[in-house]
C-alpha cells in the first residue's frame, strides 16, 4: 500500500502526518507504527499524528509515539495539524478533536499558529514538582532532587530569567525530544501556581520557544509550524 504523508516540524518537535480525509487509512499496528517513525529504515518522527473525520469538528486527531503506543495530547502536533488542515479546507480557524477535548487552531503573525488547549488540572504537588493533566499527565520539576516517574511526560526548569523558562523534555514513549507542546503549557501553569501570577510566558526549549498565554482554565499555545517535505511511504 502506497501511503501518502507530510512530514513537520514545531521547534524540532517532528511529525510524520497521515491525512486520512483524503485518503483511506490502514491499520496501523504497532509494528507498522514503529517501522514508519523509525528514524533509519523508516521516515522518523517523534510522533506519528493521524487525521480521521469527525462529525462535531473538522478532524479527529490521533497520536502514536514512536515506540508504537497511543498518546493523548500533543500540543506542537496540533499546530501542525492546525495548519495543515487550514490549508486543506481554506479557512482560517479549524477545530479538532482529541480523546476528551474540542480545540481551536488559528493563524498568528507570520507563520505562527496559536492553539486553544483547554483546560489544565493540577492533580499532586511537592516542594519539588507539580503534576498537570492536559488530557496527558505531565510532571514539572523546579529542582531534580526526586526519581522522575517513568508513567509521565517530564518538564524540567533549568532556568528562569523575568517570564522567559528554560526547560528539558523526556516525553513517555518518545524519549528525550527537543520540544514539547503541552509539556510548555504544563510549565506554564506549574509557574503560575507557584507565583500566583497570570501572564504571558516565552517558554524555551533545547529546539526553539512558544508563547503560553490564558490560564489554567484555557491555555492558548502559539509558535511556528514548517512543513519538511511531503512524500509516498510503501507498507
Sequence with gaps: MKLPFHKMQAQGNDFVVINGLEVELPELTE??????TER???????QLLVLEADERTDARMRIYNNDGTEALNCGNGLR??????MRYFDKDIVSIALHDRQVHASRGSANEICVEMGKATIEHETEAHI???IGNPHSVYFEATEAFPSNRNIEIITGQIADHIYIDIIERGAGRTLACGSGACAVAVAVWKKEKHHRPLTIEMPGGTVTVS???ENIWLTGSVHTVFSGIYQL
Design 31 to 36: 509494528s507498522a507504527v514503529k517501522s514508519m
Design 80 to 85: 501542525c495539524v492546525g495548519h495543515l488542515l
Design 40 to 46: 533509519r529504515f523508516g521516515i522518523g518522527c517523534d
Design 214 to 216: 490564558g490560564s489554567a
Design 131 to 133: 503534576d498537570i493533566s
